[in-house]
């Protein structure tokens, strides 16, 4: 009888281990298969590539992203940067403004972002077809989309990508259905942001001038001519268009115009020895961008608001201030703004001679340069690393 008992026992383990053997397999195999998750991250939507009959002025490769970028219903855990954030730094990178092309790794290094979505629409005779890639470290996901009309491309295309990557969070953030038109749609605002980018400072302003005599209204045609006012020092000019600008804002509830164009006014008064109504208008600026979670923006301000404070020999204010920009630009894992910030806690630093300090700051900043390839920044950064330790050795 012994040795039956045992023969039982042996045949028992011999089919539980064949069980774990196979549930082993089985879960191998799924994970193997399965898709990959889309990380939480920072997302930057590009230019959408346009090869179509399409006659309609109201679309060109910028505003077709603005408004896929507009209809993204992401939430919080995907922050999404601003189609003129985007234009901005693919500008830093591009070697060809012209170029529709850039090197998707280089972006996501220089840009912080988690996620890249790059599409092209092409068609014609009301047939149209969006492709789209996201594109992460690792691994991309691909998607086609038939429909008889541009914007009904990218509205599909921005629920598909919404619901990739709001699995968990479907029921959440739901956003209303609502009819959008980008003030990125004028032929006119479409060229002068080209010649922007190529350098041609006269004929993007004559593009924005005509644009503004025929539409009044586009805030960002009136805050670019304001940036080239400012660049150009035009103060009385600036101040008449920035005060006329944030009223027009103000009547069309739009926080995010408001805090650019406050942020601009800001730079201006402290430009002119204004600083106390500097700092006024950057604190308001602060409630509009927080209001509508425009990171970036309030990274700029608190650096702005920083410098402001250190110039007036308010270091304490100009510390905090500056620790607040890293954070904001933490948010949307921004390594540009983090290195300006942080070189500017290090330049505080060195005017209280608290050298150590200053060296770990300019050490996290040049770790952010190398590691991210932040080519314009990386001469100032090494200069300021170099004057820090030449002070170290001479105390």
Do not use: C
């Not at 009547?251 to 805090?259: G, N």
């Not at 600083?275 to 950057?282: D, K, M, N, R, S």
């Amino acid at each position: 009888m012994p040795p039956a008992r045992s023969s039982n026992k042996n045949k028992y383990i011999a089919a539980i281990l064949l069980l774990l053997l196979i549930s082993m397999s089985a879960y191998a195999y799924l994970m193997s298969t399965k898709t990959p998750t889309i990380e939480t991250g920072t997302i930057l939507v590009l230019p959408v590539q346009l090869a179509t009959d399409n006659t309609d002025l109201q679309w060109n490769r910028y505003a077709a992203m603005d408004m896929l970028i507009n209809k993204l219903n992401v939430g919080v855990s995907y922050p999404l940067l601003q189609t003129e954030d985007i234009i901005n730094i693919i500008s830093l990178i591009a070697n060809d403004h012209l170029s529709q092309t850039v090197d998707i790794q280089q972006l996501m290094a220089v840009s912080g972002a988690e996620l890249v979505i790059e599409s092209s629409i092409t068609g014609a005779n009301n047939q149209y077809q969006l492709a789209y890639t996201l594109h992460q470290q690792h691994h991309t996901k691909v998607g086609v989309i038939n429909v008889s009309s541009i914007e009904q491309a990218l509205l599909t295309a921005a629920n598909e990508i919404t619901e990739q990557l709001n699995l968990q969070q479907k029921q959440q953030n739901k956003k209303t259905a609502t009819q959008y038109h980008s003030r990125l749609s004028s032929p006119l605002l479409f060229n002068a942001i080209t010649q922007l980018q190529l350098g041609d400072t006269k004929a993007a302003e004559q593009h924005l001038s005509k644009l503004i005599r025929s539409t009044p209204d586009n805030l960002v045609a009136i805050r670019l001519l304001a940036s080239i006012q400012l660049q150009q020092q035009q103060y009385e000019q600036l101040n008449t268009t920035l005060i006329a600008s944030i009223d027009l804002a103000t009547h069309q509830q739009d926080e995010r115009e408001l805090a650019r164009l406050r942020l601009l006014l800001a730079q201006s008064y402290t430009e002119t020895d204004r600083i106390e109504q500097a700092l006024g208008v950057l604190t308001i600026a602060k409630t509009n961008a927080a209001k509508v979670k425009d990171w970036l923006t309030l990274g700029y301000i608190s650096q702005l608001a920083g410098m402001i404070n250190q110039r007036i020999g308010r270091n304490d204010e100009a510390r905090e201030q500056f620790k607040k920009a890293i954070e904001y630009h933490q948010m949307m894992n921004y390594p540009i703004g983090q290195t300006q910030a942080l070189n500017e806690l290090a330049e505080l630093e060195v005017i209280e001679f608290n050298y150590p300090q200053a060296y770990r700051y300019i050490n996290r900043s040049y770790e952010q340069v190398a590691h991210r390839g932040l080519d314009d920044l990386e001469k100032t950064t090494f200069k300021l690393m170099t004057k820090i330790e030449n002070k170290m050795q001479h105390r």
